[in-house]
DNA sequence: ACAAAAGTGTTGCTCATACACCCATGT
DNA sequence: ACATGGGTGTATGAGCAACACTTTTGT
């Protein structure tokens, strides 16, 4: 026996949703469909898997390819597999959701790949069912940042309270008060304060903090009640 | 263009991982796996995706054909997706985790499809990755449970409060206070008191609750924090 | 000197926990 | 009458939210 008889195979792609923030606005990684059909049109990034990869290491290998980079934070989100979803030939895709820090290669990405960044409130038409993914993560990275650090994925190895907490604010469309914030913030252990100061973005400038490694494994789990009152978010 | 040329089509499998509970004990439905490879090992209910469904719809049907119940809370989980994960031919597999009152069915089901309920903590070896499967539900269920009513799920119409403490100590492995837990839980509003009284687990008697389905579908979203510092779970 | 943003302090209140007692009933 | 499990009450403390002021520095 070398195969199951009798059973439909089916094309299995990876989705990527990309998340980025530049310190003003959280925004999203999109690219410009290289293929028929739909070509030209807005898209997230995927592909198929191949024969001898599992679905992270597609997911990965995809990443790599349009961005360049390794090592990024990544998350499987759901299965979309409605028999309809692509016009051509039934295509499951399993979607991931992933967190870059934006700087680290802002500027090659746009010539090579037709990439770009959009803020997550000015995102253009999708193909597909991309739209029905890229809001599924946003409740889901709503969902998750409640309770887990995750958000530090998004920023730069330093990074001053102010910034966090303009992240924060733009993840839940809300305004936080920062001296609860910045004093939550420090009593989960995670942050280490440096020296330097961030003089760029105010005058008096404020201090850089770097994640202290250990304590974000031990405490990625925990959880820690980032956001008050999160269950006033369904509204 | 009618097919994407040169991409690999895959078998695409569903597995469900269905939890019941007795009243005494958390169970994990298994099959007697019926076609080879590993026919007659114990095994997960699953089965392959047809042409023209999606795979939430093939989780349904299959737990409809192995159980005969329709209208179970089913969640997907995660893809399995290793290339060698089955030996015979390269399957993807999608998990849901499901939950099911198990007086609902107990006694027509093990004649039919040789399903029988196994005690979490007794399970036997099960095929393939079943088992990593069936680790990752429970993780899930602990984490979900503690911050949303769902273990409800697996209670029949009517229930008292001290089998569902018991539900609770049997996911986590603990001891609840009852006065603390019954307070907690009362609190959500999502319990309406019966007169009637259930005589049979104790001389006193419990009263009877029934669910207050409206408040249920507002709050099953809401971060309920149904267990005391969950964050010393994870031990 | 003034504006703008960073940083720190205090207080009241809510909620979770820990713990003790009474109640109803079958034997 | 007593053992068994069900149900209610209270006090303490931790943590969260609401709110006000001082500090630094570029212009």
Redesign the interface.
């Known amino acids: ?4 008889s009798k ?6 792609a990876v989705d990527c949703i990309i998340f980025g923030f530049d310190g003003e606005l959280l925004k999203l990684l999109l690219i410009q469909r290289g293929f ?2 739909e070509k030209n049109k807005w898209s997230l990034m995927g592909g ?9 290491e597609a997911a990965s290998r995809i990443l790599k390819q349009l961005t360049g980079l390794e090592g990024v934070y990544m998350e ?1 989100m ?2 979309f ?3 309809k979803r692509d016009p ?5 895709s ?1 979607t991931y959701f992933a967190f870059i820090d934006i700087n680290k290669y802002e500027q090659q990405l746009s010539e090579e790949y037709h990439a770009e960044w959009f803020p997550l409130k000015k995102t253009p038409k999708l193909i597909f069912d991309h739209e029905a993914m890229v809001e599924m993560a946003k409740e889901k990275l709503k969902y998750k940042a ?2 887990h650090p995750i958000l530090f994925e998004l920023l730069p190895e330093k990074f001053t309270i102010p910034q966090i907490q303009t992240l924060y604010e733009n993840v839940y469309d809300t305004i936080l008060d920062k001296r609860n914030f910045s004093r939550k913030l420090l009593s989960t252990g995670l942050l280490i304060r440096q020296n330097e100061k961030d003089k760029e973005n105010s005058k008096k400038g404020a201090y850089f903090y770097r994640l202290d490694s250990s304590i974000y494994k031990d405490k990625f ?3 820690l009640n980032f956001i008050p009152n ?2 006033a978010l ?1 509204s």
Chains 1, 2 share one sequence.
Do not use: H, K, S
């Not at 051509?88 to 499951?92: A, K, L, S, V």
């Open positions: 026996m070398t195969r199951y059973q439909t195979r089916i094309l299995v028929e059909p198929f898997i191949e024969p001898n990869e599992g679905p992270e499987q759901d299965v597999g409605e028999p051509i030939e039934r295509t499951i399993i409640a309770l789990q925990a959880f999160p269950q369904n």
